[in-house]
């Protein structure tokens, strides 16, 4: 089998330290399939014209390197020199020397397929159809259809956009990875009701990449001399997140003795701390009344009980992650939701919401409460926060026969699924 990998989304990446669930698929798919030899791979991404253009395979792998390094371990010494070979390749993909070796590879190699993990090449429409002319296949992974079934979670534009992707693989796929069961689920009735033939989907979990903290770890909010107990929220702050209820929360809690803290680590455009620009970001501009902007920094003193820590790197990440009482995932709607997988493997308790996502990744283990149950909440909280709370005992109790999903397992059910595709006929669509 000769594999085409795109990796547009990592070399986008450079400017970013924090990974979202997506960037750490897509990083840990080209760690895999940098163990290929050059002959069985070929690296690929998106040129200014919309068309896929092949790496030199040196200057590729060079860049996935440094990408790891950079993104997934917190070496932020390597930035300048990740940008500047992200700048090179995106530089030189205004050439054509890059098509001419992406075509080229193809003819030389009948059972190609194209592997995607990154959203936007699926949505080239025109440039699969013309890779399957030349007998290319075409492999794409679909995180979930969260922005179809929840527009109101979603930005402007983006159910059209997940719509397109799943037309995309009805038109051109030979197979379809997906996340979770729930989401085989989801896209499964979508397309029955939009009358769509998908290719064969197959669930392939995520593994783990969350590292051990280092000894000399320091996160801020964790320094040494603060021992009050904390919880811990991870994911890029927007609206399905549910964070606008843990800010309620904390505002009632915040005036208790001995309150426990919240930190919050997310991805946002702004790096100052909790601010009305961030609270804005989490609950969603178009979702602001004015009964809530009592929640923004100017009208509420949270009394130091609730901070914002921005992007860590994984390590800083999982220095505060040990330490918690609980990870609070209290998410409207996940495809997956890699925080929980982290934690759990971390030793770590969660408080989750009780949607299909969260059950199919962490059985009996954690705390399941309606997302929109504040008192709820509010109780598990101040229960997991006792030093001496049996119900987060009894979570530790159930969290020690529980396995996490690796890569190794995903690895080798995708490498059947790219293998099986490789030595078939090409799929007709019936759409």
């Not at 669930?21 to 990083?27: M, S």
């Not at 371990?73 to 940008?83: I, P, V």
């Amino acid at each position: 089998m000769h594999l085409i990998f795109d990796i547009t989304l990592t070399v986008a990446r450079p400017w970013l330290d924090q990974p979202t669930g997506i960037d750490r698929i897509e990083l840990a798919h080209a760690r895999h399939w940098r163990g290929l030899p050059e002959r069985d791979v070929t690296f690929v991404m998106r040129n200014a014209w919309g068309q896929l253009a092949a790496l030199p395979d040196g200057l590729a792998r060079t860049l996935l390197e440094d990408a790891d390094n950079l993104i997934a371990r917190g070496m932020s010494e390597q930035r300048f020199r990740l940008r500047a070979r992200s700048a090179t390749i995106m530089f030189l993909q205004f050439w054509g020397a890059g098509r001419r070796r992406l075509l080229q590879r193809i003819k030389e190699r009948p059972d190609s397929v194209l592997l995607t993990v990154s959203y936007p090449t699926i949505l080239l429409q025109r440039e699969l159809a013309y890779l399957r002319t030349l007998g290319c296949r075409f492999v794409a992974h679909i995180d979930d259809l969260i922005p179809i079934l929840y527009p109101q979670y979603a930005p402007d534009g983006e159910q059209e956009i997940h719509r397109r992707k799943i037309l995309s693989l009805a038109r051109f796929g030979d197979a379809g990875l997906v996340n979770s069961r729930g989401v085989l689920d989801d896209i499964e009735a979508y397309a029955a009701e939009a009358r769509l033939s998908m290719p064969p989907l197959k669930v392939v979990y995520p593994g783990i990449d969350l590292p051990p903290p280092r000894s000399h770890s320091s996160g801020a909010p964790n320094a040494p001399g603060n021992t009050d107990p904390y919880f811990l929220m991870l994911g890029t702050l927007d609206p399905r997140k549910n964070y606008l209820l843990m800010l309620q929360l904390w505002q009632q809690l915040a005036a208790l003795k001995d309150a426990p803290r919240l930190i919050i680590v997310g991805r946002d455009p702004s790096s100052q701390p909790l601010s009305a620009r961030v609270l804005e970001r989490i609950v969603g501009r178009k979702q602001i009344q004015p009964h809530l902007a009592i929640l923004t920094l100017e009208r509420v003193d949270f009394r130091g009980r609730v901070e914002y820590c921005g992007r860590l790197n994984d390590h800083e990440t999982a220095a505060l992650l040990k330490g918690a009482r609980a990870l609070l995932f209290p998410s409207l709607a996940e495809g997956f939701g890699i925080p929980l997988s982290e934690a759990l493997a971390a030793g770590v308790p969660a408080i989750v919401s009780d949607i299909a996502a969260f059950r199919e990744q962490g059985g009996d283990v954690p705390e399941y409460i309606d997302p929109l149950d504040g008192p709820g909440w509010k109780t598990a909280i101040l229960q997991y926060a006792k030093t001496d709370s049996p119900q987060r005992a009894a979570q530790m109790e159930r969290l020690r026969h529980w396995q996490p999903h690796g890569w190794q397992a995903h690895f080798s059910t995708v490498q059947s699924v790219l293998e099986t595709v490789a030595h078939a006929p090409p799929r007709t669509s019936a759409t």
